[in-house]
T-cell receptor, first 113, second 113 residues
Framework: EPEVTQTPSHQVTQMGQEVILRCVPI?????FYWYRQILGQKVEFLVS????????KSEIFDDQFSVERPDGSNFTLKIRSTKLEDSAMYFC???????????FGPGTRLTVT | GNSVTQMEGPVTLSEEAFLTINCTYT??????LFWYVQYPGEGLQLLLK?????DKGSNKGFEATYRKETTSFHLEKGSVQVSDSAVYFC????????????FGDGTTLTVKP
């Protein structure tokens, strides 16, 4: 069964460094998402992406964040200058249609020290 | 905006006990509703879903019925096992082009032998 994959599974970085989190969505899906979950808290929406552009973003998704689909298969989340409060689990998701279930990847645990 | 409210946890039950985790939602129109399960240290797994009023989603002995009149999607299981210990998230996807998932706070279930 096709699945969403994410790399790395765990990323440790120093405050102020740039990180890129990578996702490979399911191949025939058209809509892509990033969510984050701070330890012990709820899952929060960051951004949705369709047709090579952002379709919606939350207030969390400020100028330090960007997304890209560089080659038609990968979907990346970049944080330009990480802060301690960016430490969280980041989940990528994809779907065929916006009202259909979203398929989540296993997550990348980002630790900012 | 859209929101999901779950019963507060944590919930501790003995093996073979009956489980109910309440979930109510606020959304315009008729969203699709989901329950996800997150085992310790792992990502989100779709447990069950319902896409229209009166639909019943079921999987692995868990059930939830989409109740439009009470805007609810309560999760139930007749006889829990120790292996059901996890965090359970209720979520919705609106019936619009936005398509982002809105999650509840999560309910931690611990089942004791």
């Amino acid at each position: 069964e096709p699945e969403v994959t994410q790399t790395p599974s765990h990323q440790v970085t120093q405050m102020g460094q740039e990180v890129i989190l990578r996702c490979v969505p399911i191949s025939n899906h058209l809509y892509f998402y990033w969510y984050r979950q701070i330890l012990g808290q709820k899952v929060e929406f960051l951004v949705s992406f369709y047709n090579n552009e952002i379709s919606e973003k939350s207030e969390i998704f400020d100028d330090q964040f960007s997304v890209e689909r560089p080659d038609g298969s990968n979907f990346t989340l970049k944080i330009r200058s990480t802060k301690l409060e960016d430490s969280a689990m980041y989940f990528c998701a994809s779907t065929q249609a916006t009202t259909h279930e979203q398929y989540f990847g296993p997550g990348t645990r980002l630790t900012v020290t | 905006g859209n929101s999901v409210t779950q019963m507060e946890g944590p919930v501790t039950l003995s093996e073979e006990a009956f489980l109910t985790i309440n979930c109510t939602y606020t959304a315009t129109g008729y969203p699709s509703l989901f329950w996800y399960v997150q085992y310790p240290g792992e990502g989100l797994q779709l447990l069950l879903k319902a896409t229209k009023a009166d639909d019943k989603g079921s999987n692995k002995g868990f059930e939830a019925t989409y109740r439009k009149e009470t805007t609810s999607f309560h999760l139930e299981k007749g006889s829990v096992q120790v292996s059901d210990s996890a965090v359970y998230f209720c979520a919705l996807i609106p019936n619009t082009n936005a398509g982002k998932s809105t999650f509840g706070d999560g309910t931690t279930l611990t089942v004791k032998p």
